[in-house]
Structure formats: C-alpha cells, structure tokens
C-alpha cells in the first residue's frame, strides 16, 4: 500500500541531550537530538521562574485590586 523509500529512517531509541548529557530517549527521525531545555532544567518545571515586574505592574495590581479595595471601603463608608 505504502510507497517504498519515501519516508525517512526512524529511530525508536533517538537519543536528546543536554548540556552534553542523555536526558531520555524518543522516537524521531533523527539518531541524537540537542536541545537547550527540557522539562528537568526548565524553570516553570523545576519551580524557580520568577515573576517579572515590569514598571511596577505588581505593585499597581496589588495596590487597585488587593490593598486599596479593604481601604477603599472603609473610605467610602466614612463619607
């Protein structure tokens, strides 16, 4: 049914590296896969990505919708 040689070679075990180290086996079309992340070195896996707070948007968010809205009403309900 399928045409012969057309499809390319699969390697079931293909290795993926990196940092110079075999971090787990894939199937791919390609014997050896380099990669600069994976799952074990990645920050939002490993738990140390960090929120970046650009011009203070924590800050503001916290102060509209966190903090100002406990002190917020209690202005209103003075006036």
């Known amino acids: 049914m399928a045409k012969p040689d057309i499809h390319p070679q699969w390697y079931p075990e293909a290795k993926v590296y990196c940092n110079g180290q075999v971090v787990m086996t894939v199937g791919s079309t390609k014997p050896e896969l380099h990669v600069d992340l ?42």
Do not use: A
């Open 38 to 79: 994976w799952s074990g070195n990645h920050p939002f896996y490993t738990g140390t990505q960090k929120i970046i707070d650009t011009e203070g948007r924590v800050e503001r968010f916290l102060r509209k919708y966190g903090k100002s809205s406990e002190q917020g009403s209690g202005d209103k309900k003075k006036k």
